[in-house]
Nanobody, 124 residues
Framework: QVQLVDSGGGLVQTGGSLRLSCVASGRAFSMYRYAMGWFRQAPGKEREFVSAISWSGGNTYYADSVKGRFTISRDNAKNTVYLQMNSLKPEDTALYYC???????????????WGQGTQVTVSS
């Protein structure tokens, strides 16, 4: 089994920055080359894709709404994925979830595990 713990959310003003982290643990995580990604869900809206990174880190993908502002990265030695969020906007306000996909690609079509979520609030 795999456990994902995401953190780093908080309250920030428009134009500010936050760095989210997601730490994976469990024996299963070391046995597969998981792609990792981030999703978010705002009040009254469905969960949406934000970004993903392949196991090697060689491929990344971003939703159009965050391109140029967010950067995803990972450190496999630490079993950790990060989401650096810059130039934040009020519309970025949401509960952010990290996810792991054993396919190892950025398609993220079959999520195996989810984090518990970390809240990001951007004030205007």
């Amino acid at each position: 089994q795999v456990q994902l713990v995401d953190s780093g959310g908080g309250l920030v003003q428009t134009g500010g920055s936050l760095r989210l982290s997601c730490v994976a643990s469990g024996r299963a995580f070391s046995m597969y080359r998981y792609a990792m990604g981030w999703f978010r869900q705002a009040p009254g809206k469905e969960r949406e894709f934000v970004s993903a990174i392949s196991w090697s880190g060689g491929n990344t993908y971003y939703a159009d709404s965050v391109k140029g502002r967010f950067t995803i990265s990972r450190d496999n030695a630490k079993n950790t994925v990060y989401l650096q969020m810059n130039s934040l906007k009020p519309e970025d306000t949401a509960l952010y979830y990290c996810a792991a996909d054993s396919s190892g690609t950025v398609a993220m079509r079959g999520i195996d595990y989810w984090g518990q979520g970390t809240q990001v609030t951007v004030s205007s």
